[in-house]
C-alpha cells in the first residue's frame, strides 16, 4: 500500500532563515503530489500541487518543492521563512490509478522564531 | 464566498447518542471526503464520494456512515457514539480524483 513518510514531526528555525521540509513516498508507477499547511485551528490550505511537466512547482506564499522520481521525494523548501510560516505542514499522495483518495504523511511542525 | 461550510464547529456528546457532521459545498464539485484527524497520526480518510449518489469506505469507515443524495451535501452520522471517536474532522472535495482537494474549517468533537 502506498505511504507518505515525513521525516521530521518538528522543525524549529529563526526568522528569514532558509528551510526544507522532507517527504518521501513509496514507489508508485505514478503520482500526483500535494503539500498543505495548516494554521491553529483551522483547515488545510493548498500550498502546491505536481500533478505533471516540470518537476520544480511553486506554491503560494513562497514555498516550492522539488518531484524527484528517483528518490521518490517531494521536499518543501523556503529559502527565508517569516514568523508568519509557523504552522502544520502536511504531504499528501494520490497514487495513480487509484479512486483518487489522499494518502497524508502525519505533519511536520515548523515553529519559526524571531 | 465559496467554499465548504461544516456544522457544528464544536460539539460535546455523551456515550451512545447518534450524532450527524453537516458538510455543504457549494463549488459543484463532484467528489467529497472526509477526514479525521488526530494528534500524531495526521488526517485519515473515513469515506469519500466520486459522485452524488455513490460513497465508499476509506481507511477508518468503523462506527461511520455517510450518505451523497445530491452534489452539495455530504453529512457524516456516528450511530453510536464511542470515546475513541473524539477528534477533529474535516471534510474535503475536490474537482474530480486527481484535483486538489478543498477543506472545511473542522468539528471538533468530544465523546464524553
Known amino acids: 500500500a502506498q505511504s507518505v513518510t515525513q521525516l521530521d514531526s518538528q522543525v524549529p528555525v529563526f526568522e528569514e532563515a532558509p528551510v526544507e521540509l522532507r517527504c518521501n513516498y513509496s514507489s508508485s508507477v505514478s503520482v500526483y503530489l500535494f503539500w498543505y499547511v495548516q494554521y491553529p485551528n483551522q483547515g488545510l490550505q493548498l500550498l502546491l500541487k505536481?500533478?505533471?511537466?516540470?518537476?520544480l512547482v511553486k506554491g503560494i506564499n513562497g514555498f516550492e518543492a522539488e518531484f524527484n522520481k528517483s528518490q521518490t521525494s517531494f521536499h518543501l523548501r523556503k529559502p527565508s521563512v517569516h514568523i508568519s510560516d509557523t504552522a502544520e505542514y502536511f504531504c499528501a499522495v494520490i497514487p495513480g490509478g487509484s479512486q483518487g483518495n489522499l494518502i497524508f504523511g502525519k505533519g511536520t511542525k515548523l515553529s519559526v522564531k524571531p | 464566498i465559496a467554499g465548504i461550510t461544516q456544522a457544528p464547529t464544536s460539539q460535546i456528546l455523551a456515550a451512545g447518542r447518534r450524532m450527524t457532521l453537516r458538510c455543504t459545498q457549494d463549488m459543484r464539485h463532484n467528489a467529497m471526503y472526509w477526514y479525521r484527524q488526530d494528534l500524531g497520526l495526521g488526517l485519515r480518510l473515513i469515506h469519500y464520494s466520486n459522485t452524488a449518489g455513490t460513497t465508499g469506505k476509506g481507511e477508518v469507515p468503523d462506527g461511520y456512515s455517510v450518505s451523497r443524495a445530491n452534489t452539495d451535501d455530504f453529512p457524516l452520522t456516528l450511530a453510536s457514539a464511542v470515546p475513541s471517536q473524539t477528534s477533529v474532522y474535516f471534510c474535503a472535495s475536490a474537482l474530480g480524483g486527481d484535483q486538489p482537494q478543498h477543506f472545511g474549517d473542522g468539528t471538533r468533537l468530544s465523546i464524553l
Open positions: 505536481y500533478l505533471s511537466g516540470s518537476t
